[in-house]
């Protein structure tokens, strides 16, 4: 969305937090931490750190593909904001990552009535030959679709996946309809397919496609596989409804080079009695090469960065150490989510909580954990101070993020803060994620519940049980 004037929900909210006082029938303890939450609120609503963040790191850095210059012009500003900030133990941790070239891409329809299209290659996607891939398209509307086809129906053409993307406040469409970009080349080829387009995975009706990691299978040929625009592939759905053979030329100049590196960022705000245990924020500071990376993940970064300067801005520290991490290529295969998990193998168990944001800059309407049973009553402690923010405690199945998969596994504790998607993927992945994109108030309220949670998880005498890896409550 683009960016609104200080709405009346904000005013409202900060009229709210000015009017709280902590309940009289609290203990000291918990009466001091309620009002250091409503103070960091209040802080928060009325800060611009973050969009002031966010402007310079989309136009002073702009797309941060993994292993492209881009990329490593992040990693310096990120440290360089992160001491500006009053971060400490500022330092890089190196990460491999892949380096694939997106080329160029161009497609139409060759008859009948010859029409050019909008199109963009899937991250990861062989190239085709410099003439092209010249075929007739199948339509096929899911992978059980294709599945069902018989073994030889699929045989030199070109596979279109006509699925859509339901719009929905939680995000949940982009799960139900991705496996479409991650699976589709590998299916269709085991069905004989020489190459695959797939109706963009997004929502709108903007004339950009939407881009995003595809995977190959081992033993299963490799072969091109490119994302339609969402009105383009209206058109190509419409040329294929008049029972006519449709044939399609698809040329990509995709291609893979050496591996390279890159890097974790990391800051802490150093805690004042518990330095060793560990609140971790995160957010992916890499982003794809179409658009600026504004809300994906950029609002993610100054969420995470200005919600941790607030925190070192306090006159008495939090009990734990907050440690602010950006991670490397979460985009195109997660590298330095893994690499962390790899390189704190031994101290994860110091982990207090972590919690990511990597789902733009919406207003955050409901929060989701995943403790231990025994641990839950502390998040119903937590609910009443995030209610003055719009937002509600959902259950105890957090997922904490992407980057957050291998930490979670491990069984560190775990907690979501979910942003209104409602219009998140209309831009997610294209060439229009954009500065403009982000409303400042609506990523202040990211921020406000970003420092409630972190300090709450800091703050709190309590340590949280870690589950066992391979239990999910």
Excluded at 334 to 353: I, W
Aim: aromatic fraction near 6%; charge should be negative.
């Amino acid at each position: 969305m683009p960016p609104l004037p200080r709405s009346a929900t904000h005013l409202a909210v900060l009229l709210a937090l000015a009017a709280l006082s902590a309940p009289p029938s609290l203990s000291a303890s918990d009466e001091n931490l309620s009002q250091t939450i409503i103070d960091l609120q209040t802080a928060a609503l009325a800060d611009s750190t973050a969009i002031d963040l966010l402007r310079s790191l989309t136009a002073d850095v702009g797309s941060r593909f993994a292993g492209t210059p881009g990329d490593i012009a992040a990693v310096t500003w990120a440290e360089q904001k992160m001491r500006q900030l009053g971060f400490t133990n500022v330092r890089t941790e190196p990460v491999t990552v892949p380096r694939w070239v997106r080329g160029e891409a161009r497609g139409h329809i060759v008859g009948p009535h010859p029409l050019r299209m909008m199109l963009i290659a899937l991250g990861g996607s062989v190239g085709t030959p410099d003439d092209g891939i010249t075929a007739e398209v199948v339509a096929v509307d899911s992978l059980e679709s294709l599945d069902a086809l018989p073994g030889d129906a699929l045989n030199g053409k070109i596979v279109f996946f006509n699925q859509r993307m339901e719009r929905a406040r939680d995000g949940s469409g982009y799960g139900r309809t991705v496996g479409i970009r991650t699976k589709g080349a590998a299916a269709a080829a085991r069905k004989g397919a020489i190459a695959t387009l797939i109706r963009s995975v997004g929502t709108g009706t903007h004339r950009f496609p939407h881009t995003g990691q595809m995977r190959y299978e081992e033993g299963t040929r490799r072969i091109p596989a490119a994302a339609l625009a969402i009105p383009d592939a209206d058109v190509l759905e419409t040329r294929l409804a008049a029972n006519q053979p449709v044939v399609f030329n698809l040329f990509l100049g995709s291609r893979y080079l050496d591996e390279t590196e890159s890097a974790n960022v990391i800051g802490e705000i150093e805690g004042r009695e518990e330095t060793d245990e560990i609140v971790l924020l995160g957010a992916h500071l890499d982003s794809w090469d179409v658009g600026h990376g504004a809300i994906d993940d950029g609002a993610g970064c100054a969420t995470v960065l200005a919600a941790g300067h607030l925190l070192g801005r306090l006159s008495q520290r939090p009990r734990r150490t907050i440690r602010v991490v950006l991670f490397a290529n979460e985009e195109f295969g997660l590298s330095g989510a893994k690499a962390y998990a790899d390189r704190h193998a031994e101290t994860l168990d110091t982990h207090q909580l972590a919690t990511e944001s990597d789902f733009g800059a919406g207003r955050i309407w409901r929060f989701a954990t995943r403790l231990d049973p025994l641990d839950l009553p502390q998040a119903e402690r937590l609910a009443p101070l995030l209610a003055p923010l719009g937002i509600d405690w959902y259950e105890n199945t957090g997922r904490g993020g992407a980057d957050l998969r291998p930490l979670r596994e491990a069984g560190v504790p775990v907690a979501d803060l979910t942003p209104d998607g409602t219009y998140y993927f209309d831009y997610h992945h294209t060439e229009d994620d954009t500065f403009d994109k982000v409303a400042p108030d609506d990523l202040a309220q990211n921020v406000a519940a970003m420092v409630s949670l972190a300090y709450f998880a800091a703050e709190i005498p309590m340590s949280f049980r870690h589950l066992p890896p391979e239990e999910t409550p």
